[in-house]
């Protein structure tokens, strides 16, 4: 029995190796890392906020003043969109296939989110999800992000979305529970930063007067 155990680990041990290396070792590391802080090193420079990675070095996010310690190396910047990470198709794709991402158009260039971005629940008329966190998706897409491309291409999470499907929805080890033990899998975002603080008195405001919400960053869906 105890060789039986020992066998079942080894086995384990070397799945979870192969899953480790079908994605460079810098990718987890960097959907990890939290961007647009500020650069400890250099506090004191005009450009201290940290938006840069080094994908040879995997130590963290950079801030320009950082980068003459990465000469020749791979850099990579991380941009904003609506408060999540965003980074330019033209960079990643050198470096990492990002095929069934969806890709959007922000300031004219086509961009992917790093980490997924949560929604409630998909609009009416959905016909295609992001396959980890059921996000609205085009049909040509299967995943909204890089982070949720990883955990869904996982056998881990092939396994267990089977086992949900094979259960049925009623069943105590079905969907639902599946559901659940899915986001714990999908943990690569960084925390969230505190929301804004709003006034009282402006958020409290009388019934019956419309009020047009902002307007967006300019956020356009790649077909």
């Given at each position: 029995m105890v060789g039986g155990f020992n066998g079942e680990g080894v086995v384990r041990e070397k799945e979870e190796e192969?899953?480790?290396?079908?994605?460079?070792?810098?990718?987890?590391p960097l959907l990890k890392t939290r961007f647009f802080v500020q650069c400890k090193v250099h506090a004191d420079s005009h450009k201290s906020e940290c938006?840069?990675?080094?994908?040879?070095?995997?130590?963290g996010a950079l801030c320009s003043a950082c980068l003459s310690?990465?000469?020749e190396h791979r850099i990579i910047q991380i941009r904003r969109s609506s408060y999540h990470d965003v980074i330019r198709v033209s960079e990643i794709q050198?470096?990492?296939?990002?095929?069934?991402?969806q890709t959007y158009i922000i300031n004219?260039?086509?961009?992917?989110?790093?980490?997924?971005?949560?929604?409630?629940?998909?609009g009416k008329g959905v016909t295609n999800t992001c396959q980890v966190c059921e996000r609205s998706l085009l049909d040509s897409f299967n995943f909204c992000?890089?982070?949720?491309?990883?955990?869904?291409?996982?056998?881990?999470?092939?396994?267990?979305?089977?086992?949900?499907?094979?259960?049925g929805e009623e069943s105590v080890n079905g969907i639902r529970n599946n559901a659940s033990a899915r986001k714990k899998i999908h943990s690569?975002?960084?925390?969230?930063?505190p929301p804004t603080v709003v006034n009282y008195r402006?958020?409290?405001r009388r019934k019956g007067i419309p009020h047009r919400a902002p307007m967006g960053g300019g956020l356009i869906i790649e077909y």
């Open positions: 192969e899953e480790n290396n079908k994605w460079p070792s810098w990718l987890q938006n840069m990675y080094c994908l040879d070095c995997v130590n310690s990465h000469k050198k470096f990492l296939d990002i095929t069934g991402v004219s260039a086509k961009i992917v989110f790093l980490n997924e971005r949560p929604q409630p629940r998909p992000s890089l982070g949720c491309k990883i955990v869904g291409t996982s056998k881990k999470f092939r396994n267990k979305k089977m086992l949900g499907e094979a259960d690569f975002t960084p925390s969230t930063p402006t958020a409290k």
